[in-house]
């Protein structure tokens, strides 16, 4: 059964203080890895997507990278505005495989 | 470019009556739709996704059943509501080709 796991559950960090979200997965087959971020009370907002182990991808503060059994997201220097819970989720197989999602970090960046 | 619609935003049931959430997506043709469930501290659950008109595939038995009446048009729906329906519903949809689901603002259900 494909997992994905995440951690830690919470983050609590001071503006500027740098750190690392873990997302790591059991997949046969894994055909690609995606972070998003969710603010309260709304939907995921997808951010990036990783395909094959090496790879990176950087937005703003952000930066996401893949080996073959996690990712991190790194977030540089951030700001409260980053505050908010960030998913990360699996497809594995091929075709039409629903993605699995893990429980997410919920990260908050005091001023 | 593409959106999608969900609503409504917030929803206040009482337990027995039936349920009608829907979803549409402007902008694309032919897409993968999904509907999820998040509960607090549980993460996002698939219930339903579906990769053309009619064709729809649930990924957990329950009290709720989904319909695809048109390309762009996903409809969640419940005969009779439980206390354990509540929760914030989510829709989201992807092409065909690239897995990247893109997903609505949400429902949050509350049954009473």
């Known amino acids: 059964e494909d997992q994905v796991t995440q951690s830690p559950e919470a983050l609590r960090l001071q503006e500027g203080e740098s750190s690392s979200l873990n997302c790591s997965y059991t997949v046969s087959g894994l055909r690609g890895l995606f972070w998003y971020r969710q603010d309260p009370g709304k939907g995921p907002e997808f951010l990036f997507t990783l395909y094959s182990a090496g790879e990176e991808k950087e937005k703003e503060r952000l930066k996401a990278t893949l080996t073959k059994k996690e990712s991190f997201l790194h977030i540089t220097a951030p700001k409260p505005e980053d505050s908010a819970t960030y998913l990360c989720a699996v497809q594995a197989g091929s075709g039409n495989t629903p993605l699995v999602f893990g429980k997410g970090t919920r990260l908050s960046v005091i001023a | ?112």
């Open chain 2, 1 to 112: 470019s593409q959106t999608i619609h969900q609503w409504p935003a917030t929803l206040v049931q009482p337990v027995g009556s039936p349920l009608s959430l829907e979803c549409t997506v402007e902008g694309t043709s032919n897409p993968n739709l999904y509907w999820y469930r998040q509960a607090a501290g549980r993460g996002l659950q698939l219930l339903f996704y579906s990769v053309g008109i009619g064709q729809i595939s649930s990924e957990v038995p329950q009290n709720l059943s989904a319909s695809r009446p048109q390309d762009r048009q996903f409809i969640l729906s419940s005969k009779k509501l439980l206390l354990s329906d509540s929760g914030f519903y989510l829709c989201a949809w992807s092409r065909q080709v690239k897995n990247i689901q893109y997903f609505g603002a949400g429902t949050r259900l509350s049954v009473l």
